[in-house]
């Protein structure tokens, strides 16, 4: 097992975690810069049975980019990995956007080393295309709530078939892109979304490249 963070102390602290359940880590040293595949390929070299990385990479210049990155590359080359964030409020949407790829993300502060097998088997049954039921997208509703211009255009939807009185905030990159000026308040979009998971920052948003019809003219 294999765990990245730039932070020596909090490596090691998850590394000690780790060796009271009898796992074996190891974790890569080394200034990447904004090489993500070298840093890939360095975990790689150690053949680990699962990667455990931080989101946060860059405050000790390990790397230019973030844990999510190095997750993503992970697990398209069916390497299961899992990613650990403080989820600020800025990370939200950032990981939205990534949220499909990375199967699982976890709160530093809620890893629980008994939970390794679940953490496992949630990348892995994704990586061979039979995901896990909080992980298994369905083409739904999305109803656009709110779309607030600015600097960062932030879009605000809602999922009836999850939650039909909770808005979330929608990464403008999730929706397909000839969509995106067509969007106001009212709008309804189709796209995959998991809408068995429990927990807003689970939910992902793919394939979301359709315009609807509102419900009273036929579509529910």
Sequence with gaps: MTVIDDDEDGCEEIMEILRD???VPSTVNGSFDDRVGDLVEAIEAQDPNFVICDNRLQARQMAQFHGVEVVKELVARRRPAMLLTMYGSPDRLMLRRSRFDVPVIVHRDAFDPERIGEYFETCWREIVDDPVDARRPHRSLIRIDSV??????QIDGVVPAWRPDHAVPIPIECIAEELRNRITAGTYLLGD?????????ELFFHHVNEVAPPPSEGVR
């Design 21 to 23: 359940f009898d796992f």
């Design 148 to 153: 607030t211009e600015g600097p960062v255009r």
């Design 193 to 201: 979304v998991n809408i068995g998971t429990k927990h807003e920052d």
